[in-house]
Structure formats: structure tokens, C-alpha cells
């Protein structure tokens, strides 16, 4: 099979290709004003079917290459507006378009198509989550857990395409969070806020270097209508505990304003039960055995917000300014019991340690943005930020032991407080030249400034007598500056398109680890290539070639060596020698009928950023730290098959597999390993008719290693259904997530000098019910799609402040 596919593809590589004509325009509503992203279909009038597909840019310009354009028409359409056919494409200047206001018709139309949960454009892997009913109820990290080529194992760490340092981004801006940082995030963002997921295996030069395995960005809902209009969506659910997700979105657009906002509120008390059965090891030889039950409550509380206005000075100047706010609130209320035993298996000791930990964090963020054209084809981009943001947490482990051979006992209260703040500000300047001939160039610039402080205190408690613990109490204060700027090139061809760019940046930092009076200093630069190349041979056949290098800096809270508690037993700790991995990756990616899907990756990684869980020394101790392994090879296979059983039944079938070859050391073992993994996602649609749509989605992860740990198989299966009201006003979903709960890691960790077996519960099983309703005008027209600048910076500071929530 494989090799058909090959010399079918070699077959058309030197095949005649058959000449295209491009088409081109400018989409305009009644009163003249432009219209972004109308989509642009290319119809085959022979049998109807697609031949090529465009979207117009921000000025509402389009271009479009046909084949035989006799006997082809367009379909123009966008939402809120009347659909338009073209059939005389005589000549390839159409001009301008107007498409007409549907307000008047919108009760008489029937909407019966529905986006696939997964499509594939040119340079992404799309997940429409707006229309998906399994997602109903879920978080953004429950979503992510179903995307292709995705993996999302037991320490909440991500990685694609096998390979961790996947970076989150949210409107097109980095996150910069890691861990349980990012995780307490992403379960704090209901998929009511989320209009699609954009998977990006090789960002061009104009995104962050940041981000070995790509980027993953979560595009939220914004106001795309015309007038006065909105929704409002109710997601109770419940699972172990109840949950509730709520959100309510507005816009308001006139000839030169447009206001809109979101605010989302989130309250879920999630469950997780952690059993470890843990050996400490000397060679061979077991030196002590324990057995350890954690049960924690985890109550979160989120309060997101966000408001902006743009305003239209004039054709081709726009200002606007954004503000948002997030406040979340969060708490770890658990018990675990330790059991001690000697190397004859005889019990010997027990702790019993209850933890109730309070944390809040709060963020502020301001932008000011500008956007000018200077011609129809020159642009320039312009963002000013400032943001703030503070963090503390109130902490209190009480400890109770018992030793059984001399017959005492003891306790230990620790108590923990946290304050930090950081400051970041960022400048940003894009430029986007359109040349004669189709080609584009782009440049930019783009300064980020960030100051950290953190301060942690650890006092003991015993009998009502405080004194320091000077072995956890920490203070650190963290530095760095960016300065990076691109140059990219891209050339449009009637058959092929090629991208080529280069992103140079700076990064200085200064760590101060006040505690120790320790200042570790680091100032480099790096250059990052960027080329890919994309070759349609016709409708139903499109290669694809990308290559570039990326960059992973060590995390705000991994540079900071505070160790925090989790028990007597477990530590985390950070690393403050860290060095930034490099990885050089290159895909080859094959489209057939723009539908089905196939890539193939490789990688090579310097310096591998990785959690470890690895002994301290000699001590029956576990510690949990950030490293640096020597180098990885990856690679990595993608398959989408979208599958059209019946016009009621369509589906979408993924397949991932890697492999991941490490070589390296890991607390002084060497470690050399090649780590398969293999995962299957696939979603069904069937239209029940009378406003009715049933969804299922299942996901299988099989046993695979994740760097030393190896899991054993995961897997879920979910059921929607789905009812329009009052003239698709009102929509309602009943979802139930993993209904036969298998979506819980398990597996071993037996590495070096420590064997852990453990399995780790979670709260994945559970149903909701969902009511949205659609209120104010619906003629659509376009918001422009606005997000800090500095939003990566910021958010990748905050996993500092919030290490020891």
C-alpha cells in the first residue's frame, strides 16, 4: 500500500501539471465596507464538485487559482449574508462583490451543515469545538486530550508529535505556563469560551521561537455581528461533585465603533485519588518499601473577563484598546497516609499528613493597538502592553507520625506563605508588503520586559512554637529581557506556494536567588530558520514540505531552586542550572481531496527540558525536577481520515504514532531508550432530522512510555445529543464524558534507584447539560481579533507565582 502511495505520488511530481488561472476581487456588503474572511468555492460544474477553496484578508481582497475555469463557478458566502454565484468567469479581474444583508431571512433558512469536528488548512490541523456536542461541559484541557497527536500524560505535561515543549497559545499569544501552572488554567476555561483549537506542527518566523513540538492555539469565541447581539450559555454538570460553567458575550458594532466584551465564571470541586507503591533500590537490591494513598479535593473558582473597543478613524487606520482580568481562586484540601516497611516487608512507620492549602491569583492586562494601510497591499501592525499581575497562597501541612519498632510518635505542622508579583511590558511593530506579483514580505519587531519576585516562608509549628524553616523558605527575584525581529518572504504561484524567513532573538536574564545571595546571569542570541513549500498537482492532490529550528527557555518557577512539599516522602523542586533545548524539525505532509490528512515529522532535540522523578541521594526521598537530557531524536506519524458513511452518519478517524529515541543521563543513570507511542481519537455526527444531532467520540492511548515512566492503556468513550429551539435561537446539549471511566493514568516509573507503581484517579466521568441562547441582530460583520501582545510573557511568569498552589 505504501509503496502505491509513493509511486503515485512520484508519478505526479513529474506529471505535465494542467495551467490555473487566478481569479481575484474584493467582497463588499451593501454599504460598501469590506468583508474578512468570506469564504471564496471554486465549483466544478460538470459534477459539483470542490475544486478550490480561498478566505478574503482583513481589506476584504481575495485571490483564487482555477483550473478550467469554463466549466467552473464560484460560491461566495459568509454567514449573515445571502450566498452569491458567479458563473461567468470571463475575466479574472472581478472587482468588487456585494453580497446582500440576510437579517430578514435568517428565520426561513434551515441550517443543516455542520463543520467537522476536524479540518485540515494549509499550514494547520483545525478543531471546531463551537458545534461540538462531546465537548459540552468540558475544559479546554479535556478537549485538548481528544486533538490529534496530542498526548497529555499523568503529570499533565503535553506533547505532540512526540515531543514535549508543546507551547499554548490562546488568540494567537503564548501562555508561556507549564505543569500544574498551565493545567490549572486550562481547566479553568470552559469550552463555551472556545470557538476552535489551530494545531501548528512548524510555526513560520513571525510566532515565537518558543515551542519545539509547535504550537497548539485555542482561538476564543469573539463578537462577529453586526448591530447589537450576543449569547449566553448555562453548563451545569456533575461528575464525583457538581460543576457549573457560565458564560455571556456581547457585541456592539456601528459604522465607526465596535464594543464587545466576555465574561465567563467557572465552579468545579474536582476529585483525584493517587495510590504509589514505592521500592527505593540499591542496585538491584530493595532498601525500603512504602505504600502511599492521597485523596484530594481541589475546588476552583474562575472569574475571566474581558473588554475592548476599536475604533475606524478612517478607510485605512483602526485603533482599539483591550483590557482583561482573570481571578481564580483555587484550593487543595487532601489527606495522604504513608506506610513504612522494612526490607522484610514488616510494617514500621506511618504518617498521616492533612493538607489544606488556600491560593489566589489575579491578572490585569492593557493593550493598545493600532492598524494602518498604507496602500491595498501594505500593512503595518503596531501593539503597546503593559500588564500586572500578583499571587499568593496560604499553606498548612499537619503531620502525624508513628514508629512501630520503639513504639512513639510525633508531629510536625508546617505552614506556608506566598506573595509574588510580576510586571511585564511589551512593543511590538508588524509590517506586511504585498508585492505585484502575489508575493509577500514581512518584517517585525518585538521587545518584552519581565520582573518577577517571589517570596516564600516556611515556618514550624510545635506546640504553639514557631521557628523558621530556613531548608524551604526562599526568595527569588527573576529578570529577562527579549529582543527579537523576522524577516519572512513568501511567493504565491498559480501551482505551489514557498515560505522562507529568519527570526533572530536575544535573551538576557538575571536569576537572584536572595535567600543563598546567588545570582546566575545568562545572555544569548539565536537565529531561527523557517522554509516550507506546499505543491498542489490538482484538486485532489497537495505535498507539502517544512523545515525550521525552535527554541524551549527553562519556565520562570523551573529556574527558581525552591523546594516545595507535597509530603515527608515527595518534594518539587526547581533547577536553577537549566539550559534552553534546541530542536531542528522537518515535516512532509500529503492532502488528498483537501480532506484527507497525512504527516510525517522528524526531530532533533539538544539538551531535552524533562520532569524527572528521581531519589535524593541517599535519602528515602523522591524529588520531582526539572532536567536536561543530551539530545532526542523523534519521529512522528499523523493520519485524518474524515469518513462520510451517509449523509446523516460522518466521521473523523485519527491516528498518532511516534518514537522517541533519548540519549542521555538521568541522575547520574544513563539513559538510553526508544519510547513508541500510538494513540486513535475518532468522532462521529448522525443527523437525526427535526433540529436533532447525536455525536460519539472515543479515544485509545496505548501502553507507551513517557521519558522514564511507562503507562499502560487510556482510554474514553463519550455520548452527546443535541437540540435547536425557537428557531435556533436556543440550543440544547446533553453530553456524558468517559462513560465507562478509563480516562485515568496508571503505569511504573523503575528507573536508577527507584521503583514506583502507581495509579492516579481523576474525575473524568461525568454528564452536563447545556442551554445557550443567541440574542440581538444577526447580519454578521467581523471584529477585529485582538489579544495582549505580551500575553506569553506574562502567562509564563505566572507559573512562578503559582508552583506551590
Known sequence: M?????????????????????????????????????????????????????????????????????????????????????????????????????????????????????????????????????????????????????????????????RTGVRIYIDGKDTRLQGEQLANLLRSLPSSNIEKVEIITNPSVRYEAQGNAGIINIVTKKGKLYGTNGSVTLSPGYGRYFRWNSSVDFNHRTEKFNLYGQYSYTDRNQYQEIVIDRTFLDGEQPMGYYDLQNDFELPLKTHTGRLGLDYTASEKTTLGVLFTGLNNGNKNISTSNILGYNTDRELISEENTDTNINSEWNQLTANFNARHTFTEKSILNFNFDHARYSNWSNQRFTSNFEFFEDNTTAQDILLGDIDGYLNLTGLTLDYELTLKNGDRFEAGWKNTWVTSDNDLVYVNENNGVIAPNTNLSNHFIYDEDIYAAYASYNINREKWNAQFGLRAENTSVIGNQV??????????????????????????????????????????????????????????????????????????????????????????????LTMAIVRDGDEEVVIVRPINIANLKSYSLVASLPIKFTNWWQSNWNLNASLNDFDGEINGFDFDRNNPVVSLNTNHSFGLGKGYRLQAGAFYLFPHYATITKARTISSFSLGLQKNLFN????????????????????????????????????TRYATLSVSWRFGKQSVQPVRRRQSEIQEEMNRARQENNNQG
Open 2 to 162: 505504501i509503496k502505491k502511495i509513493l509511486g503515485l505520488l512520484f508519478i505526479l511530481m513529474v506529471g505535465q501539471a494542467l495551467a490555473q488561472t487566478a481569479f481575484k476581487g474584493k467582497i463588499v456588503d451593501t454599504n460598501g465596507d469590506a468583508i474578512p474572511f468570506a469564504n471564496i468555492v471554486a465549483i466544478s460544474q460538470t459534477d459539483s464538485t470542490l475544486i478550490k477553496g480561498a478566505i478574503t484578508d482583513m481589506d476584504g481582497l481575495f485571490s483564487i487559482d482555477i483550473k478550467q475555469p469554463e466549466n467552473s463557478f464560484l460560491s461566495i458566502s459568509y454567514v449573515g449574508y445571502k450566498t452569491k454565484v458567479l458563473s461567468n468567469l470571463s475575466t479574472t479581474d472581478l472587482g468588487k462583490i456585494s453580497l446582500d444583508d440576510q437579517a430578514q431571512e435568517l428565520q426561513e433558512v434551515a441550517v443543516v451543515a455542520q463543520k467537522p469536528f476536524i479540518q485540515k488548512e494549509q499550514d494547520k490541523l483545525v478543531l471546531n469545538i463551537e458545534n461540538s456536542i462531546v465537548n459540552t461541559g468540558n475544559s479546554t484541557m479535556e478537549i485538548l486530550e481528544k486533538a490529534p497527536g496530542v498526548i497529555i500524560d499523568q503529570d499533565d505535561v503535553i506533547s505532540m508529535s512526540g
Open 515 to 608: 535567600t543563598t545571595n546567588t545570582i546566575n546571569e545568562r545572555d544569548y542570541l539565536n537565529l531561527f530558520p523557517t522554509a516550507s513549500y506546499n505543491y498542489t498537482f490538482n484538486e485532489n492532490h497537495t505535498l507539502g514540505l517544512s523545515a525550521g529550528r525552535r527554541i524551549d527557555r527553562p519556565g520562570y518557577a523551573q529556574l527558581n531552586p525552591f523546594r516545595t512539599f507535597v509530603n515527608t516522602n515527595t518534594y518539587r523542586e526547581g533547577n536553577p542550572y537549566l539550559q534552553p533545548q534546541f530542536t531542528w524539525v522537518s515535516e512532509v505532509n500529503y492532502t488528498f481531496k483537501q480532506r484527507y490528512y497525512f504527516a510525517f515529522n522528524v526531530g532533533y532535540t539538544e539538551d531535552v
Open 728 to 763: 435556533d435561537a436556543m440550543t440544547l446539549r446533553f453530553n456524558v464524558n468517559d462513560i465507562f471511566w478509563n480516562q485515568y493514568p496508571t503505569g511504573r516509573t523503575r528507573f536508577g534507584n527507584l521503583d514506583d507503581t502507581f495509579t492516579s484517579y481523576r474525575d
